[in-house]
Nanobody, 124 residues
Framework: QVQLVESGGGLVQAGGSLTLSCASS????????MAWFRQAPGKERELVAVISRITEMTRYAVSVKGRFTISRDNSRDTVLLQMNSLKPEDTAMYYC?????????????????WGQGTQVTVSS
């Protein structure tokens, strides 16, 4: 089992920055690809960014590319999401997720482990 706990969400003005953190416990963190998803009210949960295990290749949603950066620290069992130039449309609950696949992609079912989420609100 893998337990994931997100932190770092909050209220920020448009154009501001936030860094989300996801701490993992349980099985070896380095053996999992890690992702951030988000879900806004009334919308489906969507992939924001993913960083694969082994190669640490990254993939981003088109809407956040160039503004968000995902990174991982295997020595601290942590994955970060640095969010810059935030927009009101980035407002959502952000979830950390883990998958044993090398390239799990955007399908929710590829991620058996999920955190409880952290709220990000961007005011205009």
């Amino acid at each position: 089992q893998v337990q994931l706990v997100e932190s770092g969400g909050g209220l920020v003005q448009a154009g501001g920055s936030l860094t989300l953190s996801c701490a993992s416990s349980g099985r070896a963190f380095s053996g999992y690809s890690m992702a951030w998803f988000r879900q806004a009210p009334g919308k489906e949960r969507e992939l924001v960014a993913v960083i694969s295990r082994i190669t640490e290749m990254t993939r981003y949603a088109v809407s956040v590319k160039g503004r968000f950066t995902i990174s991982r620290d295997n020595s601290r069992d942590t994955v970060l999401l640095q969010m810059n130039s935030l927009k009101p449309e980035d407002t959502a609950m952000y979830y950390c997720a883990a998958s044993s696949a090398v390239a799990p992609g955007a399908e929710l079912r590829a991620y058996p482990y999920w955190g409880q989420g952290t709220q990000v609100t961007v005011s205009s």
